[in-house]
């Protein structure tokens, strides 16, 4: 059972910056391949980036390539998520997903095995 704890949500002005992070338990960390999601009030929780656990390969959503960055420290079993130039239209809950056993990048729901409970994000314009 691996738990996944996010921190660093709030609210922020557009144009600003937050940091999220995802503190993950387990031995096997390096082994999980590491995601984040969100999901806006009615729509559908969307990809937003991830993170290989081998040489920390990276794939960004479109809609934040060039203003958010995924980064991971093996030693201390969390993922972070750096978002910078934000926009209104990113205001959501933010979720932290694992995939185990070596599994390769992906941006689909069903192929994370394991969540957090979400960290909210609001941004004003």
């Known amino acids: 059972q691996v738990q996944l704890v996010e921190s660093g949500g709030g609210l922020v002005q557009a144009g600003g910056s937050l940091r999220l992070s995802c503190a993950a338990s387990?031995?096997?960390?390096?082994?999980?391949?590491m995601g984040w999601f969100r999901q806006a009030p009615g729509k559908e929780r969307e990809f937003v980036a991830a993170?290989?656990?081998?040489?920390?390969?990276?794939y960004y959503a479109d809609s934040v390539k060039g203003r958010f960055t995924i980064s991971r420290d093996n030693a201390k079993n969390t993922v972070y998520l750096q978002m910078n130039s934000l926009k209104p239209e990113d205001t959501a809950v933010y979720y932290c997903?694992?995939?185990?056993?070596?599994?390769?990048?992906?941006?689909?729901?069903?192929?994370?095995?394991?969540w957090g409970q979400g960290t909210q994000v609001t941004v004003s314009s």
């Open positions: 387990g031995r096997t960390f390096s082994s999980y391949t």
């Open positions: 993170i290989s656990w081998s040489r920390g390969n990276t």
């Open positions: 997903a694992a995939a185990v056993g070596f599994k390769p990048l992906s941006r689909y729901v069903f192929e994370y095995d394991y």
